[in-house]
């Protein structure tokens, strides 16, 4: 396949805006300076230790006497990655003319 054509399909980019309900990024491209259209965001697993029971976090324990300070858990909200605005990303588009394109996920 041709460098130019992976250089088109696979992109770096900085997200300018975030529709988490409809998980949609717009991101900008530094080689051109040019904004995407909304780019769906690719669904990412999250990391669920057990199926069978309600997720909560390990027992704190607490820090006094003081029934304000007794062990607990917490309940976790697991929800799958979205970017955030200025996260850098890497995107994904399909090789023909005016393809749809796709957030893969961030970079560090």
Known sequence: MDEQIIRRMVR????T????GK???RV???DTGHTSGWLPVLATPPAIPDYTV????EY???GSDAAAFASHKHDLTIKPWM???NDTVLT???PVFNGDGFVLGGIL
């Open 12 to 15: 770096i980019g900085t997200v």
């Open 17 to 20: 805006a975030v529709d988490n």
């Open 23 to 25: 998980r949609l990024a």
């Open 28 to 30: 900008k491209f530094p």
């Open 54 to 57: 309600p997720q909560r976090t």
């Open 60 to 62: 704190e324990s607490g």
């Open 83 to 85: 970017p955030k605005v």
């Open 92 to 94: 994904l588009y399909l």
